[in-house]
């Protein structure tokens, strides 16, 4: 019952169907936010997703959160370290922040605060002044301590 059941829901799948949407994904990334997933079949969704987003990190946004992983991530963020902001806060770990800080110190706006330490916060002030406004206040304290005595 349950393979008849996974024949009709995939009754619309064509393997060009695929084959274009692959293409248009690796032309444009945008374009995922126009795909009909239905039309998909689930085994290819992280291939179409990956490719949406290495040929435009942005595309990060339109991936559903169910269909992303940390290669999916990984790959967005080493691009353009503005698609931190799309990563879930419970996937932002140490090395996704170090990739976004190592690009722009303004990445750290989206470094969770338990992720921001003094060495981060200091990277990521070395490229960006105005990150300061998202150092916590006790690194703050400590970057200021050898300054101000």
Known sequence: MKDCAMQHKYSNYSHDEELRCFSAAQKDGMIIKFIDWDLLYPA???????????????????????????????????????????????????????VAVAQSGQALEYVPTKLKSLKRCTYALRDYVGAARFVPDQILKQLLCPVLN
């Open 44 to 98: 290819e969704y992280k291939r179409l997703c990956m490719a949406a987003v290495e040929q435009n990190p942005m595309a990060l946004m339109y991936v559903p959160e169910y269909l992303c992983d940390e290669d999916i991530y990984i790959a967005a963020v080493k691009r353009c370290w503005k698609t931190l902001k799309y990563v879930p806060k419970c996937h932002r770990n140490a090395f996704l922040c170090d």
